[in-house]
């Protein structure tokens, strides 16, 4: 089974808030959705772009590039031109750290 990695502190994003981090060379979005943390792929699955940077709408992310939006919970496409859903990663905190951790490699 992967590891967990710790990614940063919880009380350094705020409900509302993302940040990215990188984990083995996968960039991840992490996301405060009103107190609960959510970690999809930053990449776009329609052409490739960064997706954290958008704007999130009723729990989605909106791809800034051409406005695909992804469930922020669950990587489900909710707005085209995607059309794949995006990766999901496991999170939890643990002493105040936020960690996430890549099921891919299991
Ligand atoms: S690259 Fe994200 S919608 Fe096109």
């Known amino acids: 089974m992967s590891d967990w990695h710790n990614v940063i502190a919880a009380q350094d994003i705020n409900p509302g808030d993302h940040a990215v981090v990188e984990i083995e060379g996968a960039s991840i979005a992490l996301f405060n959705l009103a107190g609960e943390f959510y970690a999809i792929e930053n990449v776009c699955t329609h052409d490739g772009s960064e997706i954290a940077g958008g704007c999130v ?3 989605a992310i909106e791809c800034p590039r051409h406005g695909a939006r992804f469930d922020i919970k669950t990587g489900a496409v909710t707005a ?3 059309y794949e859903p995006v ?3 496991p999170v ?3 002493d105040g750290l936020v960690q996430v951790r890549d099921p891919r490699w299991d």
């Open 57 to 59: 709408v009723d729990g």
């Open 80 to 82: 085209p031109p995607a």
């Open 87 to 89: 990766e999901i990663f």
């Open 92 to 94: 939890r905190v643990v």
